[in-house]
């Protein structure tokens, strides 16, 4: 049986509080943490088939162009240029493969040939060697040296946003630049590919299988039912595994070629160049105020970039539109079509840096106009979305700022300049977190067992999430079992196809779908007790219906199985659905090297229900951490001439490590989100980024004086505006 | 990483000339695994006994093989050099640094990501082929001592302290010799591919620290990010003070040059004055006098001159006045 | 070529590539994948292995060189039904999330906390001479050659601290 629920309206029932097991939202350990910590966990690269080969990746070495000739690769059993073989990663919930053919470089380190060798040492010596014939072309490589195109439906106006600013008694109107990004996993991406007969599995690291199956079959020519993908264990996506990527399309081609299973891992240099890459963005932000600080005019023009005929564009501005009120809007949005790595979704794609850009330009407002940052916040929080009136499904801005503000201590901070200590300044600042929240269709099969056992299997992903425990936990409470009892399976393409994780849309998405799973279960042996779902109790292993109490053993006969499919609706249309938050900040920079260190952070989340109080926490950890590399550390430096990445291994590429991160705080406002489904859960993964770099950029001008337009803040642009 | 050899060297006498030393790895592995190095025959010198630090004379005598771990936790290192400790300290990882030795620490490569990327002309890789970091991203290039051929920095942090304690390091070979820290290492010139005067079939046993001059010991390192990160500049600093006055100032920067760099008029100046900022920044002035940058670096010079003079207020106890 | 490894108490007999690092024939030739290989060029930590006790890179380091050493790996350290006290830790404030990067911290806290017994000091140590707290600055700055890009970091920093301060309870009591 399946049952089946597009969220067309709200669920105020909250059913989930009434069920009695008591563990959904208890902070317990994660359910595959034993292997995680013991290293029995197996990600991509961890299978051992008999007699599998080893491919290394070959990449282009011209910028654009075409392959003319690729030579002979000694030592190797093969070196595989096919058709096939894709240029860039598939976009995120595509239903096709990307663009193929190796023979067509757009790109500087395309992928363009796989050798395939007995060995790793041997297949990646030969890589390495291969002489390769070109016929290269000239490309422009730089955002601001070709003319941007504008899409026409992603450009926006409300009023007339200059008149605005000519007659407004504050404004600020100023450039920032943020730099290209990457996600980064720590696990890169690999795969193992084996063919039998016709059908083939792939064992990959991949955030989203049902997409990732239709996009490999769509690159390999054969029928979804052929292909089979398996992602148990995923070390990090953060975005770069949301479509399938070169490695897993040339394993799968090799196998079948040489008949044997094959695996491919990129090496670390070959991530930074096949993985898409967050666009570099230049954004102009204007507002304008009154003496009172109530906004007028908000305007957000962003230039991003992409490769020609890609359709991804980093939606910077995607929380603009709704996050503040004023009569007067204006939203352009232009894109470079250039010549670098393709770009695509990185953790909180948009708001990461649309509204850290977006948060400082209000910081700069607030100083303009003499008004708190935090209370300029609270005077331009909009009733209902700006433009179109739709209502808010729930809003926590407000009360995320004054929790925020109360708990971090904001009343102690002190006038720009004004704290120093020894050879550091010392500042605080803050921004709000928002991020827009989505459902997406999912499916999942929960079997209860006459022994009291639960299984719950769905291709959905756990890539650190807390898939597999937040999943247990929700059949526990509403099969009313201890947690223990439950096992969950994740990661197979032959489980009902799930959300995946991505757009912070996977717990909830594919909880939704658990629940319904649940829910008929529940159905079934309510009408076994002869009593409405409604009225059953389940706790412990045993069914409760007014004053009969029976075990589920005796209910069951041998084992019921649901499956609960879960669709967006109505409410996505009917309501400007968002998470919501705050950021707090508190910097030393100091005032010879221009050196910043974070001290404290803290951030205040509403995110609807929380699944699991643990495994959210870490989730926002992990935001706000992204946070201070936005801020602090983090940038993709291409090369002016071809593109290329320059800085293409981690010793390059900064991402915070244990001494840029301190004991950074959380805590979650309760919320129950009625418009979102009847787990009343938001998204998490990305809200904890979305701002927070800006409470850090805001904390450094706070301390020292100085504003950074030109992300990160790393000591050459703060020193340039120190005495 | 192309095919070699392996080796195991049981003595000093037991070295074949030809052969490329590997003893830590941390480096050359990094570079082999990239093609950037590809050498047919590895000896692994790790059995070898030259993993003692020693008394000898005043100073102290430091083997090839002793550990960056090792020495950093060593109590006379810590005791008499702390700026060496400090240095050690602050270079690269916990795990690194348990890898790494003083001899191998010496040898360290530029981390020039266009030495790094064999798809980019590097003189040093592949000399007259040009060098693609010039009008590239260069961020973290030198500021002095670079030519049009090479614009590549030494980026260990280790030798910018043994510069500035004026070390010598020990040599074998066919005639055995020592050699000051000051010229072990080689600007670039037209030849940055020779970046060292070590010759074919010499080897590193160790490093010789003169007698312990006391002072005040720093080592500041400007970087990126908090840790485990190469360094934008470096100082390490020796400072003597006597009635209020600086009585001897030893002055080394690591990551402006392809050489700890030094300068005996920055010091010469600052000897036998009182402490001010008008007299560090004239130190800074003289330091600065010839460096040139080569785009995204210009930043060195301003970072430069505040660290050293950072570095003076600190070791000269400026810092902690009001 | 034949070497023999010394790992996780016991031997194995090997035909490697001389090529081939300690992170390579763990987990091609050994199948022990708990080692995980971030980014082969020591800048990540995910490869940490304790090597006669020490933390080291298994990614910089030959096969074939580590011979006559104990090797010790995650698998050594503890299974699912008997974690480490440094694993069971980790577990408990969730000082992961992905898991990859996780068995290099672990070998690497294990290796750390040794060094922090054996009184070396770390760029953290606002003087050289100890003992050293296990403060959150000492243990971030000790712990720094682990990346993780999840950020479980403070969870991590909480872990071995907790652990830590356990094996202390139980030197007392001894």
């Not at chain 1, 070629?257 to 096949?274: H, I, K, S, Y």
């Not at chain 1, 977006?358 to 005077?379: H, K, N, Q, S, T």
């Not at chain 2, 008008?278 to 660290?307: M, V």
Request: proline content about 5%; aromatic content about 4%; overall charge negative.
């Amino acid at each position: 049986m399946t049952r089946h629920l597009r969220v067309d309206g709200p669920n105020h029932d909250d059913r989930l509080d009434h069920m009695a097991q008591g563990v959904l939202g208890q902070p317990l350990n994660r359910l595959e943490g034993p292997l995680k910590v013991t290293g029995r966990a197996t990600y991509a690269a961890e299978a051992r088939p008999r007699n599998m080969a080893y491919g290394v990746l070959v990449q282009a070495e011209i910028p654009a162009g075409k392959v003319l000739e690729i030579g002979d690769a000694p030592g190797a059993l093969a070196v595989i240029q096919d058709k096939r073989m894709i240029h860039y990663a598939a976009q995120g919930q595509a239903e096709k493969a990307p663009p193929s053919g190796p023979e067509r470089v757009e790109y500087m380190g395309q992928a363009i040939a796989l050798v395939v060798a007995e060995t790793f040492e041997a297949a990646r010596h030969a890589a390495q060697n291969i002489a390769i014939r070109y016929a290269p072309e000239t490309v422009p490589v730089i955002p601001e040296s070709v003319t941007p195109e504008l899409p026409p439906k992603k450009q926006s106006a409300t009023g007339d946003l200059d008149q605005a600013m000519r007659d407004a008694a504050v404004t600020v109107d100023q450039v920032w630049h943020t730099p290209s990004q990457m996600s980064a996993a720590m696990e890169p991406h690999a795969a193992i590919a084996e063919w039998d007969g016709g059908h083939v599995t792939v064992r990959a690291g991949l955030q989203m299988l049902s997409s990732n199956r239709k996009q490999m079959a769509d690159a390999l020519g054969i029928r979804e039912s052929k292909v089979r993908l398996l992602a148990p264990y995923v070390g990090g996506g953060f975005g770069s595994k949301l479509g399938i990527n070169a490695e897993a399309v040339a394993a799968a081609i090799a196998a079948r070629e040489l008949n044997r299973p094959v695996m491919v891992a990129m090496t670390r240099q070959q991530v930074f160049d096949l993985a898409h890459r967050r666009s570099e963005t230049r954004q102009r932000v204007r507002l304008a105020c009154d003496a009172n600080g109530v906004l007028s005019g908000i305007g957000h023009d962003v230039l991003v970039s992409n490769l020609p005929g890609s359709e991804f564009s980093e939606p910077v501005t995607q929380a603009t539109p709704f996050t503040y009120q004023a009569a007067h809007r204006q939203i352009v949005h232009a894109v470079s079509r250039i010549h670098r790595g393709c770009a695509g979704s990185v953790r909180a794609p948009g708001e990461a840096v649309g509204v850290t850009v977006f948060e400082c330009a209000m910081d700069e407002l607030a100083e303009a106009a003499g008004i708190d940052p935090v209370e300029l916040r609270l005077r331009n929080i909009p009733d209902a979305e700006p433009v179109t009136d739709r209502p808010f499904s729930s809003h926590k801005l407000a009360e995320a700022l004054r929790d925020g503000a109360e708990r971090f201590g904001w009343s102690a901070r002190k006038p720009s300049g004004q704290r120093i200590e020894g050879e550091w300044f010392i500042g605080m600042g803050m921004a709000a977190a928002v991020r827009v929240n989505m459902l997406v269709e999912s499916r999942a099969r929960v079997t209860l067992h006459q022994d009291g056992r639960a299984i719950v299997e769905t291709d959905m992903t756990d890539i650190g999430t807390g898939t597999y425990t937040i999943l247990g936990q929700l059949a526990a409470e509403m099969l009313g079992l201890p947690a223990d009892r439950v096992e969950v399976r994740l990661g197979d393409t032959d489980f009902p196809p799930a959300a995946g994780s991505g757009g912070s849309f996977g717990a909830a998405s594919s909880g939704n779908s658990v629940y319904l799973a649940c829910e008929e279960i529940r159905s079934q042996i309510a009408r076994t007790m002869r009593c409405d779902e409604t009225d059953l109790t389940l706790h412990d292993g045993m069914a409760r219906a007014g004053n009969v109490s029976r075990p589920l053993s005796e209910l069951i006969d041998g084992q019921i199985t649901a499956e609960g499919h879960l669709q967006p609706g109505k409410t996505e249309k009917t309501h400007r659905q968002a998470t919501w938050g705050s950021h707090w900040a508190e910097v030393a920079v100091n005032r010879w090297t221009g050196e910043v260190r974070v001290r404290r952070m803290m951030g205040v989340f509403a995110c609807g229900r929380v699944l699991n109080e643990k495994t959210a926490r870490s989730q926002c950890l992990g935001g706000m951490s992204f946070g201070i590399g936005i801020a602090l550390t983090e940038a993709m430096e291409h090369d002016p001439r071809d593109g290329h990445v320059v800085s293409r291994d981690l010793a390059e590429y900064h991402i915070p490590c244990h001494a840029d991160v301190p004991e950074l705080e959380v805590h979650f406002l309760p919320e129950r989100d009625a418009y979102v489904g009847p787990l009343q859960a938001k998204g998490l993964g990305e809200l904890g980024i979305c701002g927070a770099g800006a409470a850090v950029l805001n904390a450094i001008h706070n301390a020292c004086g100085v504003r950074v337009r030109q992300l990160p803040a790393t000591p050459d642009k703060i020193i340039a505006g120190l005495d | 990483m192309r095919e070699f050899t392996y080796l195991r060297a049981a003595s000093l006498a037991d070295l074949p000339a030809s052969a490329t030393i590997i003893a830590g790895g941390t480096n050359l592995l990094d570079l082999m695994k990239h093609e950037v190095m590809a050498p047919d025959a590895l000896v692994d010198i790790t059995r070898l006994d030259l993993n003692r630090v020693e008394s000898e004379d005043d100073g102290l005598r430091i083997g090839a093989l002793v550990r960056n771990s090792d020495l950093a936790a060593h109590p006379v290192i810590r005791r008499d050099y702390p700026v060496l400790s400090r240095a050690l300290l602050a270079g690269a990882s916990g795990q690194l640094r348990n890898m790494a030795t003083t001899g191998g620490n010496l040898m360290q490569r530029t981390r020039c990501p266009y030495f790094y990327d064999r798809r980019m002309a590097c003189n040093k890789r592949d000399p007259g082929a040009g060098c693609a970091a010039i009008g590239g991203v260069t961020r973290n290039h030198a500021i002095l001592g670079a030519s049009d051929h090479c614009i590549a920095t030494y980026p260990g942090d280790m030798a910018v302290a043994l510069r500035a304690l004026d070390a010598v390091v020990n040599i074998d070979g066919p005639a055995p010799r020592q050699v000051p820290l000051a010229d072990f290492h080689l600007l670039p010139d037209d030849t940055p591919e020779i970046e060292t005067v070590l010759r074919p079939g010499e080897i590193i046993t160790g490093v010789t620290l003169p007698a312990p001059v006391g002072g005040q010991h720093r080592y500041r390192k400007v970087r990126d990010r908090a840790s485990y990160a190469f360094a934008l500049v470096s100082v390490a600093a020796v400072v003597g003070m006597e009635d209020g006055r600086i009585s001897q100032a030893a002055l080394a920067f690591g990551g402006v040059a392809a050489k700890p760099w030094r300068d005996p008029e920055v010091e010469a100046v600052l000897a036998g004055q009182e402490p001010s900022d008008a007299l560090f920044a004239e130190a800074a002035e003289i330091l600065l006098r010839p460096a040139k940058a080569w785009g995204e670096n210009q930043f060195k010079i301003p970072l430069l001159r505040r660290s050293l003079i950072a570095t003076l207020r600190d070791a000269t106890g400026m810092e902690a006045k009001p | 070529m034949q070497i023999t490894l010394h790992l996780n108490g016991a031997t194995h007999d090997l035909d490697v590539d001389a090529r081939t690092t300690l992170l390579d024939a763990l987990r091609h030739h050994l199948g022990l994948t708990g080692t995980k290989k971030g980014c082969d060029h020591g800048q990540c930590g995910a490869c940490t292995v304790l090597i006669d006790g020490r933390r080291v890179n298994s990614c910089l380091t030959l096969a074939c060189m580590a011979e006559d050493a104990q090797i010790t790996t995650i698998e050594g350290l503890g299974s699912p039904d008997r974690l480490s006290p440094l694993q069971q830790q980790f577990l408990d404030h969730d000082g992961f999330q992905c898991g990859y990067c996780t068995p290099g911290q672990i070998c690497s806290a294990t290796g750390m906390l040794e060094e922090i017994a054996a009184g070396w000091p770390s760029h953290a140590s606002a003087s050289l001479e100890g003992p050293f707290a296990l403060s959150h600055a000492e243990i971030a700055e000790r712990m720094s050659g682990n990346l993780c890009r999840c950020a479980a970091y403070t969870h991590i920093v909480a872990a071995i601290r907790q652990a830590a301060g356990a094996d202390d309870r139980h030197e007392d009591a001894a």
